[in-house]
């Protein structure tokens, strides 16, 4: 599966941004698609994760309530909307892809070696 993310860019502090991703898959039903970022020196952070079957969402403790994830099985796409964005959000957002069995969804979704599928990043730059 390729993955195509889109949307990033430069945003002033408590802006707002939304990421796209573009599968290319004939269906999303059955995948887990998230989105991770990360910063030089650092780990992949996992951020969001939708299942396509359900549209069950998870977050992250550090973007719950700002972040929204969502899914257009139609158009394959997943997309994130990031409202009232930080400096210390700045990162390369990557979106990736995998098949997660439901039940394992909670226990997995974060865990980045999981992944089989990944995009390409986008840069989203918070400046101060």
């Known amino acids: 599966m390729q993955l195509v993310e889109s949307g990033g860019g430069l945003v002033q502090a408590g802006g707002s941004l939304l990421l796209s991703c573009r599968a290319s898959v004939f269906t999303l039903d059955g995948y887990a698609i998230a989105w991770f970022r990360q910063i030089p020196g650092k780990d992949r952070e996992a951020v969001s994760c939708i299942m396509a079957r359900d549209g069950t969402t998870l977050y992250s403790n550090s973007v719950k309530g700002r972040f929204t994830i969502s899914s257009d099985n139609a158009k394959h796409t997943v997309s994130l909307q990031m409202n009232s964005l930080k400096p210390e959000n700045t990162a390369v957002y990557y979106c990736?892809?995998?098949?997660?069995?439901?039940?394992?969804?909670?226990?997995?979704?974060?865990?980045?070696?999981?992944?089989?599928?990944w995009g390409q990043g986008t840069q989203v730059t918070v400046s101060s």
């Open positions: 990736a892809a995998e098949r997660i069995p439901p039940q394992l969804a909670d226990n997995y979704w974060s865990s980045a070696p999981v992944y089989d599928s």
